[in-house]
């Protein structure tokens, strides 16, 4: 038995119709020609495409899912749709929930920071400006609310898991002042909190 492919998904009903005249008409010894597609693969996460509802949530204090960037790795948008390119199989499919969390820092979604000057969540330090006040958050993935031994690939986004986050308020090194101000434009502001990142 060949794995990966599908004789039923995707064909045309001729092809479909020619595999069971050749599958019908097959003798021992004979070779048979079928028509075949490659299986489409799914993900624990979700389902890629633009319905972010099929796909998994990040949840955690004060973050915001709509409008939110994680600080150089793109919107949560990106990094949810990220999530279903990973942890990968056939429906029905089980996935170990060690495989799971190494699936989740493949992505970059097992921990991000959140940059914000405001209310307003910048992307990286092209948007730093100079004499600005910038506050940051580092969120931090929960994994002991993934406690399942297995996960099973499910299609259109079904039993997806929701990712949860801690959060740490973000600190300048030199002392308790939650906010920086940047020194000048472009500044890799984040450098200056205490993360450790």
Request: aromatic share 8%; charged share 15%; no cysteine.
């Amino acid at each position: 038995m060949v794995s990966g492919y599908s004789l039923v998904d995707g064909l045309s009903d001729a092809q479909k119709a020619n595999n069971s005249a050749a599958l019908a008409n097959a003798k021992y010894g004979s070779t048979v020609t079928l028509s075949v597609k490659s299986a489409k693969a799914f993900s624990v996460f979700g389902v890629a495409g633009n319905d972010l509802s099929k796909t998994t949530n990040l949840t955690g204090t004060g973050l915001d899912a709509t409008s939110d960037v994680a600080y150089d790795k793109g919107t949560l948008a990106n990094l949810r749709l990220a999530l279903t390119k990973v942890a990968t199989g056939k429906i029905g499919d089980k996935i170990s929930r060690a495989d799971v969390l190494a699936a989740i820092k493949s992505a970059g979604a097992d921990k991000f920071v959140v940059v914000k000057q405001g209310t307003t969540a910048i992307s990286s330090a092209k948007d730093v400006l100079q004499g600005k006040v910038y506050t940051a958050t580092q969120y931090t993935l929960d994994d002991s609310a993934l406690n399942d031994a297995y996960y099973t690939v499910q299609a259109d986004g079904a039993g997806i898991p929701t990712l949860t986050y801690t959060a740490k308020a973000g600190q300048e090194n030199s002392s308790t002042n939650q906010g920086v101000t940047a020194n000048a434009n472009n500044e890799n502001i984040l450098a200056r909190f205490n993360f450790n990142y």
